[in-house]
């Protein structure tokens, strides 16, 4: 299968299921909103260092939001129940609290797992919060330096999809470069997905483990490193000198499909020798997302 | 649908008008509740026109100025009231909305006499004014009144919600403990009120879109995204309580 002359190798990527929350970020104006949910997305790449993965999903017109600023969804992932709260809350009260001017909604009203996250944060007021119901929602009014923090006082927590990914095998670093920026533009509108990477992109892809030091659980994926072509058991055609990895978390696995499915077709373009995509023989994670089928 | 099929000349103690109790009856069972007219004891089928059954949204039709206790202790449910309501209207009430077209007497989603508490949940939506001690010692809910309130409104509340959008009479808030009465229009504050600061409540922007879209209630975006003065109070009390005035864009 080819796309625009770029080989669509048949193959498949391993993702895996993860518990998601989404948090709605107020602001004065978009860019405290994006102030906010930049320093709560922060450090939030993987959960192999970070423990918890996490996004800006889409910015949001005021029509769109609870209170009718402008703001932002963001994805919120962990590996399990437990974590999710406790990364919540940290985070939460050290990014979106402190920020100027913001609020806090949940994105997920409709799920029936509620996390309570707004309920551990109001003890930041030291017993001058206080709390309001509005619409059959509790929200707390936690007084802070420059007026009211508001935050809602549960989130919703569902399963959902880490780790869906693709790879870009091009003939240059400037090729494989190019080849993802557009790929991640053009991913940018699509709901439910998250690419909790640097500007949506991968350069240092990871294998499970490693050959060498028994303490570390992911080590570099050396079968698609062109560095390393001579001296390992490579993946990577002769003609391939560089290679980038786009991963997608989501709210399910429909939403990760749409999006690899804009995102490979932007990346197939000149330089781009072909597209893959990582997994680890189908056994770690539940979830396998076929190149070829998803682009059928 | 309730529909009043006479005019009243003493009152009509009806507290048996209440949504989630109407969910289980039949046309015939909600006639036969029991209601006091002018002291003795009657049915509700021998002053209103029912139809319709077991259902939890209840609309009431007539001038109903005399009729008491409608929506007491109701717990679920929508009532609409096409008109004014006497005293003691959602008393007591514990969940569920009501919705009055007209005016509503005194006591409005206040307490049974010596109870310690009132409203303890739901929505109270008053398009006309209200008569003194609306939402006096209300626990827990919400109350809105477009017109003119009485004297006492909001008194010794616990908690909960009171907006009123016209002039509000005296002793508004007065041994409020906690909770918060917002002021659109004017109000006299008890001097055991302090003023704390002048902001804009991101509590309030949600609470107003919240009654203009679900009730179509004409806020205006000024005072949606306002700024608010807040007093403290009552300090005669816990003094965790506030008092929110408008203070315009």
Redesign the interface.
Known sequence: MKINGVAIEDTFAEAFTMRVARIVITGRSLKWAREAALKLTGFATSVIGCKCEAGIERTMGPAETPDGRPGLSVLFLTMDKESLPQQLIVRLGQTVLTCPTTACFDGLPDVPDRLTVGKALRVFGDGFQASKVIGGKRYWRIPVMEGEFLIEETFGMQKGVGGGNFLILAEDADHALEAAEAAVDAMADQPGVILPFPGGVVRSGSKVGSKRYKSMIATTNDAFAPTLKAVTQSQLPEVVNSVLEIVLDGTDGPSIEAAMRVGIRAACRPGVRAISAGNYGGKLGPHHFYLRKILA | MLSLTQALDHPLVADCIVPDRFAALTTKEIATLRVTHGGRTARLGDFFKVSGERSASVRLEGNLEKVEGIGAGMAGGDLVIEGSAGRDLGLAMAGGRIDVRGGAGENAGGARPGAAKGMTGGEIMVRGTVGDDAGARMR???LVVMGDAGRGTGRAMIAG?VVLFGKTGPGAGRFLK?G?IVALGTIERPATFRYA?T?????I???L??LRT?AGVPVSDGQ??GRYERYSGDFAELG?GEILQWAGE
């Open positions: 827990r809910g919400l919600t906690r918060s600061c902001y804009r409540p991101p509590h922007n949600l609470l879109r919240y679900r949606v995204g965790k």
